[in-house]
């Protein structure tokens, strides 16, 4: 599939992700559903729960660009929702700067996911300097909690086939959204909410940034809307299950 300009590259949707699923993927998923009651205990979507998102109304809840001093909070909120989400962490200045935060959100059943380590666009700089920008927070966040991401996020969701080619060779899946706050231009935490709740929709990825102000506020009012729309909110990988993310792959609903 083509995306913007004359970038190709391969995206799948959630739904269709969990519909290409290997036989021995499948067969997995449902031994740990027999094995947790069906999914059943699990009404909100808990990483240490088996979601079965063929069935449940799923939506993935995802923070990019922290940990920031917001963030214990939103960890805070999340662990009496018992809800949990991918975190897209930022290197320079957050990674580097708060590895307790790190910690904590591996520690509390979160995703750790990649977001580069600057920033920087990677379609517009040199294929090195875009691999170095990701490898450095696999490396960090190893360092950190012993765990590698599996998944990224490039800044601006701007990708092509040269960025799936790294990411592929560094063992990530590309993770864009359906939903955006636009969080950055508002510190207006209704509007916040407002913004989530008209675009989203079932296997949708809500994006949102652990490092602004008006953004944690907005979270109990989200999770608390969704819950009562039937959404079950969980990570990106629960969304994708049970294929498992394939690095190099742009998933995006």
Not at 185 to 193: F, G, K, P, Y
């Amino acid at each position: 599939m083509a995306l913007g300009g004359c970038a190709s590259y391969d995206v799948t949707a959630p739904a269709d992700a969990r519909a290409n699923a290997s036989t021995a993927e499948v067969r997995a998923k449902d031994a740990r559903l027999a094995a947790t009651g069906g999914g059943r205990s699990a009404p909100h979507g808990t990483a240490a729960d088996e979601v079965d998102c063929r069935k449940a109304k799923c939506v993935a809840l995802t923070f990019d660009a922290g940990p920031s001093e917001h963030t214990n909070r939103l960890l805070d909120i999340l662990k009496r929702e018992k809800v949990h989400a991918t975190f897209f962490l930022l290197g320079k200045n957050h990674v580097d700067r708060r590895p307790a935060e790190v910690k904590r959100i591996a520690a509390e059943g979160h995703e750790l996911a990649n977001h580069t380590w600057s920033h920087q666009i990677l379609t517009e700089i040199e294929p090195a300097a875009a691999e170095r920008e990701l490898s450095r927070v696999q490396e960090a966040v190893h360092r950190i909690t012993g765990t590698t991401p599996t998944l990224m996020r490039p800044p601006q969701g701007r990708t092509d086939e040269k960025v799936s080619d790294i990411s592929k060779k560094l063992g990530l899946a590309q993770v864009l959204w359906s939903v955006t706050a636009k969080d950055y231009q508002t510190n207006d935490s209704a509007l916040i909410t407002k913004r989530v709740l008209e675009q989203t929709e079932r296997d949708g990825v809500i994006l949102l940034h652990d490092i602004y102000p008006g953004t944690v506020p907005a979270v109990p009012g989200i999770l608390k809307e969704l819950k009562k729309r039937g959404y079950t909110v969980v990570t990106v990988s629960q969304l994708l299950s049970p294929a498992k993310p394939q690095p190099g792959m742009v998933y995006r609903p």
